[in-house]
């Protein structure tokens, strides 16, 4: 700028020149200036008379140049150094996944476990009971052993299991690098080379097995428990069909034939009312009592019904007979009855005489209840006082013995003795058109019954005490399944840092230009981090639905994974309420009872089935977390808070020891010092085999395939 120009003053819109201003006092050069050439060297080489020159145009193309090409290279290099996260994003979010693998597989070895074994405990309950049921012992015998078959496949399942599971624990920090590397590999695109891999925090592991020894169900106090049971249930079973034959026969000669009965027999030789004449249509609903009823309202009847069947000594004779054997039998009866009373039945029926010899052994023969008079011939027995056959004076009163005695005379006009008072039941108990043939068939089935029922009573209390030993050992054994849980707090359970490297880029040749210095990206890294979060559970979305969706089309489909075959059903009824299983067991081992009350059940089963249901009841079992844990990136300090690494400082330090160039797991955490205990060759494990009762097994397999296949280059 000349130094004639005014201070850059500006004079309508043109540089003012001092010399010619003040010559002229125009802002123009005039002929002759000394500073016009000046100018002309100066902003006149790009502005001229007020537009701009060539060179002013050129200069501005090659500065847009220059910034557009180094603007594009700039943003190449930011985008390959974005990458750099997006790859270390990736192998985080990998990493952690193996976690969330690891705890849904043990969660599902868990509820095989304990469902397996509530499972064998409710069949095994319901067998316990079911043999306390007749007509159900057959039955019950196989639940027994189904049950006992379930829990030794439970035993040999968390064998498996807990060495399987420990055994995957041990390999997670060398899992979760190697799906962290190949997650790292996956993401190389074009010239771009990452190196990473995903590092698990903590490395080692909390979680508590108990012990294999510890975690088996001891079966064999049980088997023998339920051994001992069903001998002695046996053996009540046996002595329970006596007692129902005996009673059977009992109600039979009462009132359970369709021909002649004590029923029938009763309501064609007396007046009786239909009320004090009942029949019933099974031993099941009649009671004995029933008879000795109905036989107490005959005899009264008969007592006060019976009449001589004519005027003459003979007939009147046999109505006194009559009368007298009514008599005794309407007291034989008054007070007889059968009763069970503190585990003991006791019944005061008694046979009445069937004749003339048995009825020398009742107090017919001995009572002193007939007329004597004194006669020439000595004292004499009369069937009544209006006997033609008396002459003399009234004498004492007599027992019939006294006739055989020699102490008293038979009348030579009424003949009456012991004879005439045994034709009465003679002939009644002889024959089937009697009530006496019927009652005393009934008598003796009674006494058969008594019998039967006393053996049946004292048995059952032998069963009772074999019951209640059971229902200890059940007790026993449930109780210590309930408490035998895993603690699952495997090797990432606070999360997983990625460390991904990029070794020096060379730009594209496009990139490549004289307007740009087209260096090199130098080599580069990212940190990321990421942790399980739950989801929300619900029927449809859970770490079991899961694994049952994926087994049911393996098995087939119905019900709970298809298991739908008596024990199988139980099972996956039991899996499927795993997460609250206390309420679950509760209901079925309930639903499980109740199909026995078909048959039946006793005072003694009732008492099993409630002493069983109290334990199930009162089992505790901590409520099982379902929902599914996905990963999800976070803060990397989140993580590093938890962890043994002091913070990002530490993980820079491991993030520079990455080696670009290798995909290799082992290698590169060999690289940044993170040991690990175990490596896995196997491309697939076994975690475990759930048993089938019916013979084969599911496997539950872990596949690495997916990790350990094909790493990239390395």
Known sequence: ???????????????????????????????????????????????????????????????????????????????????????????????????????????????????????????????????????????????????????????????SASEGLQKLEQAIPFLVAAQGTRACDAQDAGRIDYSGTAIALPRTSASEFPAIEEDQIDVSELEGASDELEAAAEDLAEASKETARAKEAAWLADCGRKGMDMQERAGKLSGISAEDNPVFASSLTWDPNVALDRTRAYYRWRLEHDTSQGSGVEARADAAARHAFYGYAVDQFENAHVAERDGIVVSNVELLPKNTAEVRGTRLYTDTVWPST?????????????????????????????????????????????????KVPAAST?????????????????????????????????????????????????????????????????????????????????????????????????????????????????VLSRFCSGLEERVGSGGAAGLIDGVMDLWGKLLVAYGDMADGLSE??????????????????????????????????????????????????????????????????????????????????????????????SLEITLVEIPLPGGGSIPLTVRLRDVTGAWGKG
């Open 1 to 159: 700028m000349s130094r004639g120009l005014r201070n850059g003053a500006s004079w309508q819109g043109r540089m003012v020149c001092e010399a010619c201003m003040a010559k002229e006092g125009k802002g123009r050069h005039v002929k002759g200036c000394r500073e016009k050439g000046r100018e002309q060297w100066g902003v006149g080489l790009f502005i001229e008379d007020g537009a701009y020159t060539t060179i002013a145009s050129a200069v501005t193309m090659l500065m847009a140049l220059t910034l557009v090409f180094s603007a594009s290279l700039a943003i190449w290099s930011a985008g390959r150094s974005a990458d750099v996260q997006v790859s270390a994003d990736a192998t985080a979010l990998a990493g952690a996944n193996v976690v969330s693998s690891y705890h849904t597989a043990a969660t599902v070895v868990d509820a095989c476990s304990l469902s397996m074994g509530l499972a064998g405990f409710a069949m095994a309950g319901v067998g316990l009971v079911g043999t306390l049921v007749p007509g159900a012992q057959d039955l019950a015998g196989k639940t027994l052993d189904a049950g006992i078959r379930m829990l030794r496949l439970r035993n040999q399942f968390v064998s």
């Open 374 to 422: 004194f006669e020439p011939e000595g004292l004499t027995l009369h069937f009544d006082s209006s006997c033609p056959g008396v002459r003399g004076s009234a004498g004492a009163k007599l027992a019939l013995s006294s006739i055989d005695a020699g102490m008293a005379r038979e009348c030579p006009v009424c003949h009456f003795s012991v004879g005439d008072v045994g």
């Open 588 to 681: 079925i081992f309930d639903e499980l009872t109740g199909g026995l009350e078909s048959f039946g059940m006793g005072p003694l089963a009732e008492w099993m089935r409630g002493r069983l249901q109290g334990v199930v009841r009162g089992l505790g079992f901590e409520q099982v977390d379902l929902r599914l844990r996905k990963p999800v990136l976070t803060d990397s300090s989140n993580v590093f808070e938890h962890s043994d690494m002091a913070g990002f400082a530490d993980a820079q330090k491991l993030l520079r020891k990455i080696p670009t160039g290798l995909s290799d797991p082992a290698a590169l955490l060999e690289a940044v010092g993170y040991g690990v205990d175990s490596y896995v060759q």
């Open 430 to 542: 002889s024959i089937d058109n009697g009530f006496e043939y019927h009652l005393r068939e009934f008598t003796q089935a009674l006494d058969e019954y008594v019998a039967a029922r006393n053996y049946e009573l004292e048995l059952e209390r032998q069963a009772k005490e074999e019951a209640e030993q059971a229902g200890d050992v059940f007790e026993d054994a449930i109780q210590a399944l309930s408490g035998k849980r895993p603690r699952i707090a495997p090797p990432g359970r606070n999360g997983c840092i990625a460390l991904v490297a990029a070794d020096e880029l060379e730009p594209p040749e496009s990139l490549k230009t004289a307007f740009s210095a087209g260096k090199d990206v130098p080599r580069r890294g990212a940190i990321s981090a990421a942790v399980l979060a739950p989801e929300q559970a619900s029927e449809e979305n859970n």
